[in-house]
């Protein structure tokens, strides 16, 4: 996100000029420029531009009276119906939906009420009196409309109050520049506001690199052996490894990957992870490991580069300082935070790290692991065949094609932003943008899943074409490193091809725009039978002949009812409508 700052606008009733100055201030990525709307126009703010400029990112942080008017009715203990609050909520999160066409993305703040608010004491939190208790309602409800809506994210600052404690809110600060919260706040908000344009830029990391002793479990295991390690039992350190464990079990989880790199015997270790009643992690949990006697800044980018992700994608834990020196210094662009010497407090550092945060989460992140250790068998079945034929024929790769739709605009969205190298233009676009592109009538988008005899890689492929009379521009040439090197590419192109041909069109063009990671796309075009220019930047290809499909991948169509698809020209069958 380096280069010309992101424009957020600052939408609220009351007066945000202090956040705004902490937001620019602030020397974390993205750099951003601020412009404050006045307090207390929330609504026109958020329908009437004004002016202002297009395509911002937007903060919509709002005291709940002030925008639901009912609440602050029940605020001054007058009877409301809930029902009716409800109302007021819904018509709100309509007002931020119909601001989203002018913003990139739109950061919502839940409502909070200050600590200080006692309302109906004992009863607050029970129906039909307690504020708090509509609060909770109120905040669903918001939510609940908001949830579906790309590029719109929910805020928690009830996290910013308790951090700042007794110095969340400012009475004081109230009377003097109508701003409710002290500066403890407002510097939390700036970095948890950072964080979430991090993510929706796909920043997070993807890699968590791990030592093993005094790390993972409490011991050296190559002296102390596998039965006498820390971990678990009777002894608070031992529990706080396993919690630790568990915490990085849950990351994994969600699609985070997990990789050894520890000064060992590798036997030894993967007999403890193997064998120890208390591990839980076990070896099928990581994507990699390096186990030796290495340097670890050597061991990572092996690592990183087994798995096909940047350095900029890793972070490494180590209870040795000396060792997160040198990864630092060698490595800067892998993440090494300062790691607590106390083992109690390994898991909550971990948990309150925000390198993992995700605008969403797909199915391919949910079983990225499993991906990765179905990989792994795919490299030893290539081991054992001789011919790179045969072990592609050997593997009975599927591919199904879809189009753009509800279920699968997320994880798409997701490719856009965090594909690097199999990436013909390298455009970016957040989903919202996405689904506008893709409504145009002249424009199509392919996406495409690929599974094989080792489990399902999930959707990693995409493909958008622009036909403009008789010439078809392809716009994107997408797909994910995990499946690059078994004829999806190939596949890919035949399918773009044959639904060119079948619209009539004369020639598909392709422009690669060269990036610092991008090679092994040029390599690939290079290789694909296209025409191109003396730059090799413009290829080419003449629709009057069709592109031989490689017959060790077979294809699928799962298109909408109605849609003209390419399924024809490569003598397959249309096997289903989106949607059923």
Known sequence: ????????????????????????????????????????????????????????????????????????????????????????????????????????????????????????????????????????????????????????????????????????????????????????????????????????????????????????????????????????????????????????????????????????????????????????????????????????????????????????????????????????????????PEWPADKTLFAITLSQMDCFDAPQLTNEDFSRAEMYDAERGRDALKREVPRVEDWLASLRTKVIVEELNGSNRARVAQLFNKTNQMNLSTRRLTESELVQWAAEKSRKLFAFRVSDRFGDSGLTGIVTLDLNGGTASMVDFILSCRVMGRKVEETMLAVAIEYCRGQQAGRLVAEYLPTAKNKPCHDFWIKTGFEHDDAQRMFWWDLAQSYLAPASVAVEFALEAGSAGPERGLGVECVAEAGT
């Not at 002296?223 to 006498?228: H, I, L, S, T, Y």
């Open 1 to 336: 996100m380096n280069g010309a700052s992101i424009l957020i606008d600052l939408i609220s009733d009351f007066n945000l000029q202090t956040l705004g100055n902490y937001l620019e201030n602030d020397e974390a990525e993205p750099q951003v420029s601020v412009q404050v709307a006045p307090f207390g126009q929330t609504v026109s703010a958020l329908l009437n531009p004004n002016g202002r400029e297009q395509g911002s990112v937007a903060l919509v942080w709002t005291s709940p009276a002030s925008v639901i008017p009912l609440f602050g009715e029940a605020l001054q203990f007058r009877p409301v119906k809930e029902d009716q609050v409800l109302a007021e909520v819904r018509q709100f999160a309509e007002y931020i939906l119909a601001s989203k066409k002018r913003f990139r993305s739109v950061l919502v703040c839940a409502w909070t009420l200050p600590d200080w608010f006692r309302g109906h004491g004992l009863l607050d939190l029970q129906k039909p009196f307690g504020a708090r208790n509509l609060l909770l309602k109120m905040n669903l409800e918001l939510v609940s409309v908001l949830q579906d809506e790309a590029g719109v994210y929910i805020l928690d600052p009830r996290d910013w109050m308790q951090s700042a404690g007794k110095n969340a809110y400012s009475p004081k600060q109230w009377y003097l520049s109508k701003m409710p919260y002290g500066a403890e706040v407002l510097k939390r908000a700036a970095q948890e506001i950072k964080s979430a344009m991090r993510s929706i830029a796909g920043q997070a990391r993807k890699l968590i690199v791990v030592d093993l002793d005094d790390t993972l479990w409490g011991g050296v295991v190559g002296d102390a052996g596998w039965e006498n390690l820390r971990l678990g039992g009777h002894d608070h350190v031992g529990e706080a490894y396993v919690d630790f464990q568990r915490t990085l079990k849950a990351l994994r989880n969600r699609g985070i990957l997990l990789a050894i790199a520890s000064k060992n015997e590798e036997s030894v270790a993967l007999q403890a992870l193997r064998m120890h009643p208390e591990m839980v992690l076990r070896p099928q949990d990581f994507a990699g490991w390096r186990i030796n006697w290495n340097d670890k800044a050597r061991n990572i980018v092996e690592l990183a580069t087994e798995l096909n992700l940047g350095l900029q994608s890793v972070v490494f834990i180590d209870d040795n300082p000396a060792e997160r020196s040198r990864v630092r210094e060698a490595l800067p662009e892998v993440l090494v």
